[in-house]
């Protein structure tokens, strides 16, 4: 059985059915949110930056929110397989001093972690030949536009949790969408309205990479809200996986603009979820209702149940590791560093598929 599933689009299985899956017609990288998950595609990314795109060099839109975010950032780094390498260890390392750190603790080891992994490369990253990235985060609004303390945090997301449960649109009174991209970059099919969420264009700079990484990845609650970040709106800034979880955007829009182009999506599953606190909702799966025609054009390739049952107790790395571990977390690195080897398997089985497609393993969308 192969350590990965293929899920695709009409338009991207008809160009796949042409002429194979061809790094040359990759024109988006979407990376979701999902903290540890994110690190299963270590090898995956080592060998289709590293290897497979270089070999076909053309501009393409790397777009990703929280360890998604991080994961493109490497991904524009010089040398993307040290990079990658060096992503997977530092987020693995991740250790403190009590199962319930504070905020001031998380932030220091988050910081810290970024610190050591972008410092030196931010030139690299924003201006890479042909990678464009694209850093997803939040900005509260009403009662998220400042809350003064802890509780008020607590109570401005429990009322987002509830306008979310009412209908997606209205999470849009509490939050908008800040896209921190690279300036060279038009993504018209991005920046056209496509949904309730007010979404503001920042530029992406040296100055703010490292700002606009943390606030991607900012978790609410646990950590301090990111303020203030250079070139964007004012405000308070969180995880841009709260609306964008699992990147439903319209891709769809590019194939009118570059016909046989396909969006290439490494992803834990084979449904995309639009936003966090849509994960209990299943009926709000972006393949389903007004917005299906928008993944018309991606391929999605997610592990396997059996690649699943191979991994440290059996599922994905995942934050849940930290409370089962506790504060043992030489067992902790050790599963995760395990589940980063197992990854090896998913990049063997997708560059044999490159090599040889097997339209057979293609299912739609």
Not at 118 to 140: A, C, F, K, S
Not at 326 to 355: P, S
Request: aromatic residues 10%; positive net charge.
């Amino acid at each position: 059985m192969s350590a990965l599933t293929f899920h695709a689009g009409p338009l991207a299985l008809a160009q796949i059915r042409a002429h194979g899956l061809r790094a040359q017609d990759i024109a988006v990288v979407p990376a979701a949110a999902g903290g540890p998950k994110g690190l299963i595609f270590r090898s995956l990314d080592q060998w289709v930056f590293g290897a497979w795109f270089p070999g076909a060099p053309r501009e393409r839109t790397l777009i990703g929110s929280s360890i998604g975010a991080w994961r493109m950032a490497a991904a524009c780094q010089k040398d993307p397989v040290k990079a990658f390498e060096r992503l997977g260890e530092l987020y693995s390392g991740q250790r403190y001093t009590s199962t319930k750190p504070s905020q001031a603790q998380i932030d220091e080891v988050v910081q810290g972690l970024l610190g050591e992994f972008v410092r030196g490369h931010e030139d690299d990253i924003v201006n890479h030949p042909q990678h464009r990235l694209h850093l997803l985060t939040v900005r509260g609004k009403r009662a998220l536009a400042a809350p003064g303390h802890r509780y008020a945090e607590m109570k401005g997301f429990a009322a987002a949790a509830l306008h979310n449960l009412a209908s997606r649109d209205r999470l849009a009174h509490l939050m908008d969408r800040v896209v921190i991209g690279d300036v060279r970059s038009n993504a018209s099919w991005l920046r056209e309205k496509f949904d309730n969420f007010a979404t503001h264009f920042s530029p992406l700079r040296r100055e703010n990479l490292a700002s606009g990484l943390l606030a991607s990845g900012t978790l609410p609650m646990l950590m301090k809200p990111v303020r203030d970040i250079a070139g964007a709106p004012p405000g308070h800034y969180w995880d841009g996986g709260i609306i964008d979880y699992n990147l439903a955007l319209p891709y769809a829009r590019l194939a009118a603009q570059e016909p046989g182009s396909i969006v290439f999506y490494p992803h834990f599953s084979e449904y995309i979820v639009p936003g966090w606190l849509d994960k209990a909702l299943p009926w709000r799966r972006a393949a389903r209702g007004p917005n299906r025609g928008w993944l018309d054009n991606v391929l999605i390739v997610a592990p396997s149940a059996e690649f699943l049952s191979r991994l440290p107790r059996g599922k994905l790395i995942d934050r849940s590791d930290f409370k089962h571990y506790g504060l043992n977390h030489d067992a902790r690195i050790l599963a995760w560093r395990q589940a980063m080897e197992e990854g090896e398997r998913l990049r063997d089985a997708f560059a044999a598929f490159v090599n040889k497609p097997d339209l057979s393993l293609i299912r739609p969308l």
